[in-house]
């Protein structure tokens, strides 16, 4: 049976990558684990009067390039290792993208479909109250991830906020709402950073058959934040949306699907299931469709050692965290499917966390065409490192990634020498 721990996975990928970088053998030991590891359990007082105890965890996995950076995910799998993994995927993700934060995640294990808005706040503010002073503007500043989103980070401005009163406190956490700080351009930012590197992956003649956008069949899995912008950004480069799915269900049309009318249909029935003109497909169904674009866009896992000789995908782009396995990462490149890996194909969320962070602390706001060209480029930059020393080497583009990202990691650890 294939290891579908995703603390495991991570350190797999890791080691994978360490025989292409030349650092210290014990620098690389201080990466495989990370720094710190929060857990803490909180009751919180629920709608009916109960009072039920939530489990919550913040894992700091690296700071040597700078404060510690990453989501808070609000889902019931949630679990210790799962949120290590998600660090360490942040470090490595900052340094691909090369901005200069450090990699930490943040969960809370609970169900938000089944939580009212107030018993969300209550377990955000409480959970944010007993992280207390490791988060902060230069230390710890987390955004949203599954779940969670502008709302949940104005819940944490403020606690942070009502807790640090006198100084500028908009910097604790990205992913805000506009009128509190946030960026033009962010809520977009991840499913925009990874439609840049499909057009990229185009442009390099890494998809067969497909000239542009406009020759492209895309399947979308997920239908969140990352998914649904991904879709629309696909569709809006004039790309045939054949597949879609959420939580629910899955649903496709040879035709194509208008992501932004599936998006009013899901709003109004919960679903993306029953959208008129499309038939539904099962979950497996859709992840296997004839296609030239897959994007996985929600959990960890969905394409393992089972299914990965049966997607038909010629590209993959990882919009999510963590969802392809290294046994399936080794059958696609056998097979010459191009995957662009997650620290690279969502680096897009983080680079404009970043842009929030420094318009927060210059108390400035930036143009939407300002953030939107900043992130295109670093973006660009980081497809063609990756994908240049993919090419050298003869490896697939996720140990590249990670290849150059231990390497920049650990070179700064070296550069600031080990403590004390
Ligand atoms: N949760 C997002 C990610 O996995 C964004 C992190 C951030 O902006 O700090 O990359």
Same mark, same amino acid.
């Given at each position: 049976?294939?290891?579908?721990?995703?603390?495991?996975?991570?350190?797999?990928?890791?080691?994978?990558?360490?025989?292409?970088?030349?650092?210290?053998?014990?620098?690389?030991?201080?990466?495989?684990?990370?720094?710190?590891?929060?857990?803490?359990?909180?009751?919180?007082?629920?709608?009916?009067?109960?009072?039920?105890?939530?489990?919550?965890?913040?894992?700091? %996995?690296?700071?040597?390039?700078?404060?510690?950076?990453?989501?808070?995910?609000?889902?019931?799998?949630?679990?210790?290792?799962?949120?290590?993994?998600?660090?360490?995927?942040?470090?490595?993700?900052?340094?691909?993208?090369?901005?200069?934060?450090?990699?930490?995640?943040?969960?809370?294990?609970?169900?938000?479909?089944?939580?009212?808005?107030?018993?969300?706040?209550?377990?955000?503010?409480?959970?944010?109250?007993?992280?207390?002073?490791?988060?902060?503007?230069?230390?710890?500043?987390?955004?949203?991830?599954?779940?969670?989103?502008?709302?949940?980070?104005?819940?944490?401005?403020?606690?942070?906020?009502?807790?640090?009163?006198?100084?500028?406190?908009?910097?604790?956490?990205?992913?805000?709402?506009?009128?509190?700080?946030?960026?033009?351009?962010?809520?977009?930012?991840?499913?925009?950073?990874?439609?840049?590197?499909?057009?990229?992956?185009?442009?390099?003649?890494?998809?067969?058959?497909?000239?542009?956008?406009?020759?492209?069949?895309?399947?979308?899995?997920?239908?969140?934040?990352?998914?649904?912008?991904?879709?629309?950004?696909?569709?809006?480069?004039?790309?045939?949306?054949?597949?879609?799915?959420?939580?629910?269900?899955?649903?496709?049309?040879?035709?194509?699907?208008?992501?932004?009318?599936?998006?009013?249909?899901?709003?109004?029935?919960?679903?993306?299931?029953?959208?008129?003109?499309?038939?539904?497909?099962?979950?497996?169904?859709?992840?296997?469709?004839?296609?030239?674009?897959?994007?996985?866009?929600?959990?960890?896992?969905?394409?393992?050692?089972?299914?990965?000789?049966?997607?038909?995908?010629?590209?993959?782009?990882?919009?999510?965290?963590?969802?392809?396995?290294?046994?399936?990462?080794?059958?696609?490149?056998?097979?010459?499917? %191009?995957?662009?890996?997650?620290?690279?194909?969502?680096?897009?969320?983080?680079?404009?966390?970043?842009?929030?962070?420094?318009?927060?602390?210059?108390?400035?706001?930036?143009?939407?065409?300002?953030?939107?060209?900043?992130?295109?480029?670093?973006?660009?930059?980081?497809?063609?490192?990756?994908?240049?020393?993919?090419?050298?080497?003869?490896?697939?583009?996720?140990?590249?990634?990670?290849?150059?990202?231990?390497?920049?990691?650990?070179?700064?650890?070296?550069?600031?020498?080990?403590?004390?």
């Amino acid at each position: 049976m294939e290891d579908l721990n995703p603390f495991h996975i991570a350190q797999t990928q890791f080691a994978r990558a360490t025989q292409f970088v030349s650092a210290d053998a014990g620098i690389l030991g201080s990466l495989i684990r990370p720094f710190r590891v929060t857990r803490i359990e909180f009751p919180v007082e629920m709608d009916d009067g109960t009072y039920q105890v939530f489990t919550g965890f913040r894992v700091q %996995h690296n700071n040597a390039r700078g404060p510690y950076k990453g989501g808070i995910r609000f889902h019931p799998d949630v679990s210790e290792d799962e949120v290590k993994a998600l660090a360490a995927w942040m470090t490595w993700k900052t340094a691909v993208v090369e901005v200069p934060f450090g990699g930490a995640k943040g969960g809370v294990i609970c169900d938000p479909k089944r939580l009212s808005v107030r018993e969300k706040r209550a377990i955000t503010r409480r959970y944010t109250m007993q992280l207390g002073n490791t988060i902060g503007p230069t230390v710890d500043i987390p955004a949203p991830d599954v779940y969670t989103d502008a709302s949940t980070m104005a819940w944490i401005f403020d606690t942070y906020d009502m807790t640090h009163p006198g100084s500028n406190n908009l910097p604790v956490v990205t992913g805000k709402p506009m009128e509190l700080g946030g960026s033009h351009g962010r809520e977009t930012a991840t499913a925009r950073g990874c439609i840049v590197c499909v057009e990229e992956a185009i442009a390099r003649g890494m998809v067969d058959g497909v000239k542009t956008m406009a020759d492209a069949r895309v399947v979308v899995q997920g239908f969140g934040n990352a998914g649904s912008f991904a879709a629309q950004f696909a569709h809006d480069g004039g790309a045939k949306v054949i597949g879609l799915s959420d939580s629910r269900g899955a649903i496709m049309s040879a035709a194509g699907l208008d992501p932004k009318a599936v998006l009013a249909h899901k709003q109004d029935t919960g679903s993306v299931v029953g959208f008129p003109g499309s038939s539904q497909v099962s979950a497996t169904e859709l992840m296997e469709l004839e296609c030239d674009v897959l994007i996985p866009a929600a959990l960890e896992n969905q394409i393992t050692a089972e299914n990965a000789g049966r997607i038909h995908a010629k590209l993959i782009a990882e919009a999510a965290n963590g969802p392809t396995t290294p046994a399936a990462d080794d059958q696609l490149f056998q097979r010459g499917v %191009h995957v662009i890996p997650d620290i690279l194909a969502n680096g897009g969320g983080v680079t404009v966390s970043y842009y929030e962070w420094v318009q927060n602390i210059q108390d400035e706001q930036w143009e939407p065409e300002v953030v939107d060209a900043k992130l295109r480029k670093k973006m660009t930059r980081a497809f063609h490192a990756v994908f240049n020393f993919a090419a050298e080497k003869s490896i697939d583009a996720r140990t590249a990634a990670y290849a150059l990202a231990v390497d920049r990691v650990a070179r700064v650890t070296a550069m600031r020498g080990i403590w004390p």
